[in-house]
């Protein structure tokens, strides 16, 4: 089971680019890294996930280090409504504690 | 595609009384099931998991349990609860390691 950290909170303009990192230097060679977020008294939402390799979908870019001990999430547009506490995590063990992850708040 | 149900949205209940909160699973079989708890303003803990009917572990000592009577449905309950027990609650499945978590909408549990 990976241990993260991330830093507890940014800012982030509205319009501008989003970069949340992630440390994950115990990660296992066959641990995927995934990111959530979770809105205010909602259930954490998927975003995306990656090995190796940088990934992107519709909702955010994924930066991984050749040497997979850290991360980045890239939301390449903030807007009000990415505001949230976001996660990543490694998805080997099962998780047993997600952290507190990053307040990202977009300012206007 | 797979769902997944909680229930109830939010519950107040009385010190002392018991609790049951329910989840299920749709479009899938032999899920992996899990139960974790949010403290307000802290990270997500996990309390249960499960990987089968009938099998449950416990990642943390406390006065709650967890039964997996059917393949898809996961149940967390108390006898008596305490006022620590306040918080979200949320269930989760996902297929195995290294697959994704996908979380229900959660339980708003105060204890009064």
Redesign the interface.
Same mark, same amino acid.
Request: glycine letters at 18%.
């Given at each position: 089971d990976a241990k993260t950290t991330q830093p507890t909170s940014m800012d982030c303009a509205e319009g501008r680019a989003a970069n949340l990192p992630c440390n994950h230097s115990t990660i296992s060679g066959n641990e995927y890294v995934y990111w959530y977020r979770q809105i205010h008294s909602q259930g954490p939402q998927y975003i995306i996930h990656g090995l190796k390799n940088n990934e992107t979908n519709e909702m955010a870019s994924l930066i991984i280090t050749e040497d997979r001990k850290s991360s980045t999430l890239i939301l390449p547009h903030a807007t009000l409504r990415d505001t949230a506490v976001y996660y990543c995590i490694g998805s080997g063990a099962n998780n047993l504690f997600f952290g507190t992850g990053t307040r990202l708040t977009v300012i206007p | 595609s797979q769902t997944i149900h909680?229930w109830p949205a939010t519950l107040v209940q009385p010190v002392g009384s018991p609790l049951s909160l329910e989840c299920t699973v749709e479009g899938t079989s032999n899920p992996?099931l $899990?139960w $974790?708890r949010q403290a307000a303003?802290?990270?997500?803990?996990?309390l249960f &998991?499960s990987v089968g009917i009938g099998q449950i572990?416990s990642?943390v000592p406390q006065n709650l349990s967890a039964s997996r009577p059917q393949d898809r449905q996961f149940i967390l309950s108390s006898k008596k609860l305490l006022l620590s027990d306040s918080g979200?609650y949320?269930c989760?499945w996902r297929w195995g390691?290294? &697959?994704? &978590?996908?979380?229900?909408?959660?339980t708003?549990l105060t204890v009064v």
């Open positions: - | 909680q992996n $899990y $974790y303003g802290r990270g997500l803990q996990l &998991y572990s990642e979200f949320l989760a390691a290294n &697959y994704g &978590y996908t979380f229900g909408s959660g708003r």
